[in-house]
């Protein structure tokens, strides 16, 4: 499969169910947001496991050493390289609490303020690297599976699958490091990707103008029921290890096709809205993030203005005026006051949008239709400070990233007030928090091939510690 590609669908075939292997047990799933940290002793914290529905009981707890059996089956093996993962983050976590932890961290995290616990994170990524094997489903063909767009807003969607697709076991990235994250042996994997996406479908299945979802979700039921007849691991977990991706805002509602795929998988979605059903325990928060050509254009890769630059405006926004929030922004600041630049659209002959982020100390990233915005990240890249205005918004990679550290967060309700809030901010605190961003950015960069703690690994992370039934957060 070339890298986003795509040639027209092709009919699914069915075929016989297997007999199912004896049930596994998985891990429940903690929470992906802790609460914002208010000292700086931190240490991992693991969760009770839960039950899946239609598995038979209880594993045992994450504490308890794995059996050694004269010939383990490999769900046997599988757990107990988790098992051996926890400790080794426990040991990391404990070591960082105590003063013992890593300082540096090989320099890979230059401010370890911006991590809800560093050592922690830098271990647990770690331990991804060494054990962490995914495998993805064959089923399907182009252009409702196994690609997906690679420009525009539904950038992360595309490059995740395609990305995904061209990993070989053995192979090598750009940074020269092996890249064996995939398993093409199901029996290793941790963790089974279902490569359908969801905008493809949008483009190829819906009826334009209906709105009617109906043939979107009966692809996906019908996907799931071919996995699940062809293959053991659907119904051994009752979905629990098996995860999907979307940046479509009908993402959440494509879930919604099967039972165990909304209410048990593990959905990777860039439209991370509480109050449409994304749960933090089992649900990965994406980035939303926009390249309109496909590529990282020069503006977004080149070095943000050094922190000591002066930045003459206090905030920005252009952007079109839809969903709830957007309409009350530009009702209070359109055009109201000098310091905010606050636009529908730019005016003609005035400077380019990138420019102006370049030259504000904060960026506004108020939800539109939905909670994401790639505004967010664009802000990230342009070193300007995200003003996140938003409800139900669980941000990108909050299980290991202390957004507060180089973020801004304003109610809705507090939008009238809103020039008040940002000069509230003292301009020590402007350069602490401009200082998070840059640390944090390497994070939100789509590398083609991917690179370490780049966008991609960030998101397998989060599929990661939702599969080793872990977080982050303070005692």
């Not at 030259?359 to 990233?365: D, G, I, N």
Request: aromatic share 10%.
């Amino acid at each position: 499969m070339g890298y986003c590609s795509s040639s027209w669908i092709q009919i699914l075939i069915l075929i016989p169910l297997l007999i199912l292997l004896p049930t596994v047990l998985l891990l429940s799933l903690s929470p992906s947001s802790p609460s914002p940290l208010t000292s700086t002793s931190a240490t991992l914290r693991l969760s009770p496991r839960r039950r899946p529905p239609g598995t038979a009981a209880l594993s045992a707890s994450a504490a308890a050493p794995a059996k050694r059996l004269a010939n383990p089956a490999p769900e046997n093996k599988l757990e107990a390289e988790l098992s051996r993962a926890r400790a080794s983050i426990r040991r990391a976590a404990a070591g960082a609490a105590g003063g013992l932890g890593r300082t540096n961290f090989s320099g890979l995290l230059s401010r370890p303020s911006v991590y809800r616990n560093a050592a922690a994170f830098y271990q647990s990524y770690s331990e991804m690297e060494r054990r962490f094997r995914v495998y993805v489903y064959s089923e399907g063909e182009a252009p409702l599976v196994h690609t997906g767009p690679c420009k525009n807003i539904y950038t992360t969607e595309g490059r995740f699958i395609s990305e995904l697709e061209l990993m070989r076991p053995g192979e090598y990235s750009g940074a020269g490091e092996a890249n064996i994250l995939r398993t093409e042996d199901p029996r290793r994997a941790h963790a089974f990707f279902l490569p359908f996406s969801v905008t493809q479908l949008v483009r190829y299945v819906y009826r334009p103008n209906t709105f009617d979802q109906t043939p979107i979700r009966r692809f996906v039921s019908d996907y799931v029921d071919v996995v699940a007849s062809k293959h053991p691991y659907w119904n051994r977990t009752a979905a629990a290890d098996h995860f999907m991706l979307s940046c479509h805002d009908w993402g959440p509602h494509a879930s919604r096709a099967n039972a165990l795929l909304y209410g048990n998988a593990i959905r990777a979605l860039c439209n991370a809205n509480t109050s449409e059903g994304f749960r933090p325990r089992k649900d990965v928060s994406i980035p939303e993030i926009n390249l309109v050509t496909g590529d990282m254009p020069p503006e977004f890769i080149s070095p943000p203005p050094p922190e000591s630059s002066p930045r003459s405006l206090l905030a920005f926004f252009a952007g079109g005026v839809h969903g709830p929030v957007r309409p009350v922004l530009l009702r209070y600041w359109k055009g109201r006051d000098p310091d905010l630049e606050v636009h529908e659209y730019l005016p003609p002959g005035s400077d380019d949008y990138y420019s102006y982020m370049r030259r504000a100390r904060f960026c506004l990233c108020p939800s539109g239709y939905e909670v994401a915005s790639p505004r967010v990240v664009e802000a990230i890249y342009a070193g300007c400070i995200p003003v996140i205005i938003s409800t139900g918004y669980v941000l990108p990679f909050s299980d290991v990233l202390k957004w507060e550290e180089f973020s801004v967060k304003v109610a809705v309700e507090d939008i009238p007030r809103l020039k008040e809030v940002l000069r509230r901010v003292a301009d020590e605190e402007v350069m602490r928090l401009m200082a998070g961003v840059r640390a944090v950015r390497h994070h939100f960069i789509l590398n083609h091939p991917p690179k370490r703690f780049d966008a991609l690994y960030m998101i397998l992370h989060s599929v990661w510690l939702r599969r080793l039934n872990i977080k982050v957060a303070q005692v």
